[in-house]
């Protein structure tokens, strides 16, 4: 499994990405990051740290965290080869653009 260092926590344990987790020393954390705009406890997470941006279970990630995890997740993806299932992400694709431009 392909393992990305993300930060080093202040008190020396490493944050990584390993295969579709996120871990703290090796142990797993989180499988998704949230977005702290739909987290229910925002406010509070917000002013405990300022610069937050996202959250992966406890931990609280910056952009640039946030978008390295987002990078480590998708690379532990396998990629899609079913002629079906490569479809239906075209169509899905197609119609969340047509949703998002107003027409339905």
């Given at each position: 499994m392909k393992t990305t260092l993300i930060r080093t926590t202040s008190d020396g344990r490493a944050v990584e990405v390993i295969g579709a987790?996120?871990?703290v020393d090796r142990d797993p954390v989180a499988?998704?990051?949230v977005?702290?705009?739909t987290h229910p406890?925002?406010?509070a997470i917000l002013?405990?740290?300022p610069n937050a941006t996202?959250?992966?279970g406890p931990l609280v990630l910056t952009a640039e965290e946030a978008s390295a995890v987002r990078g480590a997740l998708a690379?532990?993806?396998p990629p899609i080869t079913d002629p079906g299932a490569i479809s239906k992400r075209i169509s899905e694709a197609v119609g969340r653009r047509n949703r998002n431009a107003g027409i339905e």
């Open positions: 987790y996120i871990c499988d998704r990051i977005e702290i705009e406890n925002r406010k002013a405990a740290v996202h959250m992966a690379a532990a993806e």
